[in-house]
Nanobody, 123 residues
Framework: QVQLVESGGGSVQAGGSLRLSCSVSGNTYGGYCLGWFRQSPGKEREGVAAISSGTSKTYYTDSVKGRFTISQDSAKDTLYLQMNSLKPEDTAMYYC????????????????WGQGTQVTISS
């Protein structure tokens, strides 16, 4: 079983930056997929970014390309999401998720996820 704990959310003005972190622990042997997804009240879950642990191949939803960067530290126990040029429409609860195997694509169908961290962007 894998445990995920997100942190780093907050409230910033449009154009600002935030870096989200996700502590990853537990059974992460072999290749796996880590990603960030977000959800706002009344809206469907939206995949934001994903990374395959073995290949480091990354995937992004179109609305964040060029603004967000997903990465993993060398020890592979922390996942990051650097968010720049933030917009009010980025406001949501952000979750990090885990699933076995490569990502192959941007995903929302994770086997487990953390408690989430709130990101609020004001105009």
């Amino acid at each position: 079983q894998v445990q995920l704990v997100e942190s780093g959310g907050g409230s910033v003005q449009a154009g600002g930056s935030l870096r989200l972190s996700c502590s990853v622990s537990g059974n992460t042997y072999g290749g796996y997929c880590l990603g960030w997804f977000r959800q706002s009240p009344g809206k469907e879950r939206e995949g934001v970014a994903a990374i395959s642990s073995g290949t480091s191949k990354t995937y992004y939803t179109d609305s964040v390309k060029g603004r967000f960067t997903i990465s993993q530290d060398s020890a592979k126990d922390t996942l990051y999401l650097q968010m720049n040029s933030l917009k009010p429409e980025d406001t949501a609860m952000y979750y990090c998720g885990f699933r076995g195997g490569n990502c192959f694509r941007l995903r929302t169908d994770f086997a487990g996820w953390g408690q989430g961290t709130q990101v609020t962007i004001s105009s």
